[in-house]
């Protein structure tokens, strides 16, 4: 175990100690008395004092120290005196004597050989290559005593579940709190002891894992390293090695690297980074809300704890393929009774809500799924061989031996099927199961009752209850040619294996159902096979009726995806008899249809259509709907949707396994992205939109069982086959022939189908020179080469290589953002990438802490790249605030607001990056002239709404929510909001048809739009004159030249009204002197209004405060203003303005942009905690 470090007086004091290893840094010492020969004469001395003495008193028979060569002060780490101190302590003299020879740094201590020598190996390993980097001593010393210091904590925490030692966890949470002033809602989740490697020197310290960042911490020889990155900017997240380090953790953001080493727990610590950055971008990006995880539906309660649940249950799901909804609840370690085998196969039994399953773990890969819907009894448990025996329908029985928990276990089961265990209940079972049969007879032999016990209404009817194979290609009993026999060959070894291993839900499978898949399924058995394999078997069985209704709720509704399938149903399969007619056709639109209205967020994707045909001709309609469900939600996650992530992802997953598996081909073609290219309809259409038909079902096949790793297998298979052709190829449009070629070559020789049936080669139909490939053999040689491929490690490279194809899209998202507003602004391009970081963050950051962010609808990848990312009025406010030119503004969230309604041109309650930058543009480095502009629209409509009475009932009711929650929408009040609250600024509206005409009006407004002049403004009037004036004398509030600025203000004041005076009084030269008296009267009062709060007082931060200082200023002034109904023009109130340089001068003074921008990044997170 590690020692805390403490100094002791000699290394080998009195010769109890003997070195067994040593190197420049470290001595591995052994006790005498201990291990080998036993150390004579005063080896038996040392080992009958250390018997003798008490347990507090011995001492471990090994232990490790440091040392450095040219330093004599040395350092031990001990957690108690050892019995050499004992004894020097007891002679003062002696220890002052000795006190100037040399201490040492006793690191760790050991009571087996076995814990000691593990200890030194990973002191070889991980910390001799990094001291070799300090310069000193004194640095190595430091260095280790950290390091050894941060071990130890960390053993501490290791040994307690975090729930069970809350003090550590608390004053670790200070320190997070106190380090890093992140605010008070993010959520620590762990935290480790490790080195950062900053350049070439390790900085030791802490790494802190939270919801939303991952913080690092060290402070070493006056030197402080502080690190905060937010999970949804990392780009990477691996396990490296190099020169210097055994294994790393290797994250990149920001286009920084960034290593983390000697981690007591390096793999555990990696897979809870891993398990944080997925939650950010599922929560983030893909807007999942994990309400059936309750665990991790709020991210104020993210617990370590809830993400190795999460982890698990989604293992669980893949393995078995089971819905989203199971979870795993319980692990039970047991024997199953394997009756075809006649042994008892070692295993894990997993239990969810719905569900039994066992996995073997002894390599016989044999595995079962029970639905608790088909357990009928659980039997009464043997105490013995503690087993239990679970019966299912069909009379199977399987039992379970060796279960630690066994009783409980079987009343789990009974419960969660409804079973009890008293006798009388299992009598009445009998009767109820005597009655269900009768009723299974009855429907036989009255199939047209059927609709009528499961609900299914009239119109359903038109649902085909057959595959279209079966309508369009019967099979022929009587027809005894080759093929068939070999068809009835294989279905004869598939009814031998179902008799063997069962048949349906509750079926064995093992490496005897893989290989059967291997050499095909027959016709007869494939729609079958895909729905027991693929899982839907259990989504359509727990959802009677569900299809059939869905048809009915999207017919007749017209969106934008259904125009899409539209176009395509035509486009599917159409050399294929069943989709030549009407029959395939409807089929083809009612699954399709019926899936964009279940899911919206996928709606249509080209490639489902070719897919889906597939599915209908082998399976029956709503068998076809629910492989769909499993393929779009579960076997492809995030395939069909606009950005294609999931086979964008599975491509670089398919790159990686390139470099390990056909080094010659990476040798050639060092750029993989042409395979990424290529093999894009492969993932997409799994191999049918480049195979003839008859090919691509046995492919299909294979990925049903065994999912992405057969489609990875089978596209190196293909690479291999024609490696020496591709190698000679001279450009990508050769390669692209060849592989074209190969895919045309490929044939089934075993297929029964007739010619009119299958596939026409879609290259040239010249196949003499060119050799046949059966897709039989071609997928075998895939299997026995690299079947070696395990699904975990692709399942590892998918969250991998996802961080960084999310990152990818969204910096391409910004480049092209950043394209189009550089021809709008004077920003420079590296000035517009940290605007635009600043913004995206500003998006996130009020979804970092609630799940049901309002601001995450307004996050729509389809919409286009510039309102992909908009801001409320609140999100608006805290980054202009930081951002904003005038630094002593004093109503920022008043100006603020009035910014934001005269930006926000479409007055959707939004702000998208473009309108953003030109508002700070215009501010930053416009003229003076626009700059006076700007303001002078801030006090119009629909920026400034009236009197400034309303201001802030105005805001409250409109842009400010109360708190940070779905009432946030409530501030739309004056806008239509679509059904699921999303705002969007497209002419589509939610489900609705798209609107092509309104999408050609508003790309015409745009282009006819006219650049406004100063004559296009409206005059202002004396409400809005007064608040320009108050403006004015706020942004001008504390700066140097604040007197003089007053004054010009006050002074071009009284000259506008003088002016307008005058104008009147040339206008009305009829009327009485006295007439003009009011009018001086409103002149004197505006001035006075305008001039009274930052002259009298200091002015005041909160705009509930300015607006009614200033409601008072207007009453005061109202009645006489009100009845003069003077105003200005902006061109008299520029004129005015040019009148005095030290407002022309302040207008014009430069702004430090970078400056600015760098304060906002530090400050970004820290006004967010100080809210």
């Not at 002015?1099 to 200082?1109: G, H, L, N, R, V």
């Not at 009148?1139 to 967010?1168: C, M, W, Y």
Request: charged share 25%.
């Amino acid at each position: 175990m590690w020692l805390k470090p403490e100094e002791i007086l000699l290394k080998n004091a009195f010769k109890l100690w003997v070195t067994e290893e040593d190197n420049e840094y470290f001595v591995l010492q052994r006790r005498r008395g201990y291990g080998e020969g036993g150390g004579g004469l005063t080896g038996l001395l040392v080992g009958t004092l250390d018997t003798v003495l008490d347990s507090t008193s011995k001492v471990a028979p090994y232990r490790i120290l440091h040392h450095t060569p040219d330093s004599q002060v040395y350092w031990s780490i001990a957690c108690g005196m050892s019995l050499d101190f004992h004894l020097i302590m007891a002679n003062p003299q002696f220890f002052s004597d000795l006190r100037r020879l040399f201490f040492t740094l006793d690191v760790v201590s050991g009571v087996t050989k076995e814990e000691i020598v593990q200890h030194w190996e990973w002191l070889q390993q991980n910390i001799m290559r990094t001291l070799s980097v300090f310069d000193s001593s004194e640095d190595i010393t430091s260095f280790v005593q950290g390091k050894i210091r941060g071990l130890i904590a960390e053993e501490g925490k290791s040994s307690l579940v975090l729930e069970e030692d809350p003090e550590k966890f608390r004053e670790a949470l200070l320190r997070f709190e106190k380090w890093f002033e992140l605010p008070p809602e993010e959520k620590l989740v762990t935290y480790y002891s490790c080195s950062y490697w900053k350049g070439k020197v390790p900085c030791q310290g802490w790494l802190y894992l939270s919801t939303n960042f991952l913080c690092f911490y060290s402070y070493l020889l006056g030197s402080e390293v502080k690190l905060v990155i937010s999970w949804d900017e990392i780009w990477r997240l691996e396990k490296t090695s190099n020169v210097l380090l055994t294994e790393s953790i290797h994250v990149l953001a920001h286009g920084e690297d960034h290593y983390f080493s000697m981690l007591l727990h390096l793999n555990e610590t990696f897979v809870i980074m891993e398990q944080l950055a997925d939650y950010s971008i599922k929560r983030l990006f893909d807007k999942e809300a994990f309400q059936r995880e309750p665990a991790l539906a709020d991210p104020l309660q993210i617990t370590k704890r809830g993400l190795e649940a999460h982890a698990k249950s989604e293992q669980f799901r893949a393995f078995f393929r089971l819905p989203k909804e199971e979870n795993l609840l319980e692990v039970h370690e047991s024997f199953l009774w394997v009756p075809f085998s006649h042994f008892n196969t070692l295993g894990k039994i997993c239990l969810s809500e719905n569900y039994l399953c066992f996995a073997s773990q002894d390599g016989s890969q044999c595995h079962i799924i029970i639905p608790m819907r088909e357990v009928v009894n659980v039997e009464k448990p043997d105490s013995s061989s503690r087993a239990l025996t679970v019966c299912v329908r069909g009379k199977r029985a399987l039992r379970f031996s060796e279960v630690r928990d066994y009783q409980r276990l079987a009343n789990t089961i009974r419960s969660r099927c409804g079973i009890s265990a008293s006798p009388q209940h299992s009598a009445s079972s009998e009767a109820i199961r005597g009655e269900c049969q009768s009723l299974i007879n009855h429907f036989e032999d009255n199939p047209e009752d059927v609709t009528l016990m499961v609900g299914q209404k009239g119109s359903s009817k038109a649902v085909s209850t057959e595959a279209l194979m079966t309508v369009f290609h019967p099979q022929d009993v009587e027809n005894l040619d080759p093929k068939m026999l070999k068809e009835k060959m294989k279905e004869q070894s598939w009814n031998i294996h179902f008799s063997e291993y069962g048949r349906g839900t509750s079926m064995f499978f093992t490496k005897k159902t893989r290989d059967l898949i291997v050499r095909g399924v027959p016709e007869a058995l494939r729609g079958e096979l895909w729905m027991l394999l693929s899982g839907a078997v259990n989504d359509m069985a727990t959802h009677p009726g569900y299809y059939a209704e869905l048809v009915e709720q999207s017919l007749g509704t017209s969106t934008l995806a259904t125009d899409e399938i539209e176009r395509d149903l035509h486009r599917s399969l159409p050399e294929h008899p069943a989709f030549q007619s009407d029959t395939g056709i409807s089929a083809l639109r009612r699954v399709l249809t019926a899936y964009a209205y279940r899911n919206p967020k996928i709606g249509y994707c080209q490639a489902m259509n070719i897919l889906t045909s597939v599915l209908l001709l082998y399976a029956k309609e709503e068998e076809a709907f629910w492989l769909l469900v499993a393929v779009c939600e579960r076997m492809l996650p995030d395939y069909f949707n606009r950005r294609i992530i999931g086979a964008l992802v599975d491509q670089a997953v398919f790159e990686d396994l390139i470099r390990d598996n056909l080094p010659q081909l990476v040798e050639h073609m060092t750029d993989l992205s042409f395979f990424s290219s290529v093999s894009l309809s492969w993932f997409l259409t799994l191999f049918i939109s480049v195979l003839p038909i008859e090919s691509a079902v046995n492919v299909v096949d294979c990925f049903f069982y065994d999912g992405i790793k057969a489609i990875l297998q089978l596209g190196l298979a293909v690479l291999d086959y024609n490696m020496e052709a591709l190698i000679s190829c001279h450009d990508d449009a050769e390669a692209v022939t060849i592989l074209n070629k190969f895919f045309d070559s490929v044939t089934n020789k075993d297929s029964p189908l007739p010619p009119t049936v299958q596939q026409a080669p879609v290259g040239n139909n010249d196949k003499a020179s060119h050799f046949n490939v059966d897709i039989s053999a071609l997928v075998r040689e895939a299997y026995e080469k690299y079947g070696h491929i395990r699904s975990e490690e692709v399942e590892s490279s998918r969250k991998r290589n996802k961080l960084h194809v999310i990152q990818t899209l969204e910096d391409t998202t910004k480049q092209n953002v950043i394209r189009v507003v550089s021809q709008e602004v004077r920003f420079s391009a590296s000035q517009l990438d940290e605007l635009y970081n600043l913004f995206k963050r500003q998006h996130f950051l009020c979804c970092y802490w609630t799940m049901k962010s309002p601001t995450l609808l307004h996050h729509d990848p389809s919409l286009a790249y510039l309102e992909q990312y908009q801001l409320g009025f609140q999100q608006f406010s805290g980054l202009f605030s930081l951002l904003e030119p005038w630094a002593f503004c004093a109503t920022k969230s008043t100006l603020s607001l009035w910014i934001f309604r005269l930006i926000d041109e479409n007055q959707d309650g939004l702000v998208n990056f473009k309108e953003f930058c030109c508002a700070l543009d215009t501010l930053y480095s416009g003229s003076f002239t626009n700059k006076l502009k700007f303001l002078f629209k801030l006090h119009l409509p629909p920026a400034f709404t009236g009197s400034p009475l309303h201001v802030k009932e105005q805001r409250i009711q409109h842009f400010i929510p109360v708190t940070e929650d779905s009432s946030h929408l409530s501030r739309l009040s004056a806008f239509d909001l679509p059904e699921d609250g999303v705002i969007r600024k497209s002419p589509e509206r939610g489900r609705g048809k798209v609107d092509l005409q309104a999408y050609l009006k508003q790309w015409q407004n745009e282009i006819l739009k006219k650049e406004e002049t100063i004559k296009d403004l409206p005059r202002i009037n004396q409400a809005q004159f007064i608040q320009f004036s108050k403006t004015l004398y706020n942004i001008f509030h504390g700066d140097p030249e604040e007197e003089s600025l007053y004054r010009a203000v006050a002074h071009v004041t009284s000259l506008l009204l003088r002016m307008e005076e005058v104008g009147r009084r040339l206008q009305e030269p009829s009327s009485p002197p006295e007439s003009t008296k009011p009018a001086s009267t409103a002149a004197a009062a505006a001035a006075a209004a305008a001039a009274e709060e930052p002259s009298t007082k200091e002015a005041t931060t909160t705009p509930e405060s300015s607006d009614t200082s200033g409601s008072h200023s207007s009453q005061d002034a109202g009645p006489d203003l009100s009845e003069m109904e003077w105003s200005f023009s902006f061109e008299q109130v520029l004129a005015s303005l040019l009148n005095e340089p030290a407002i022309v001068s302040f207008f014009d003074r430069p702004v430090d942009i970078q400056t600015k921008l760098g304060h906002a990044k530090v400050a970004q997170l820290k006004l967010k905690a100080n809210k």
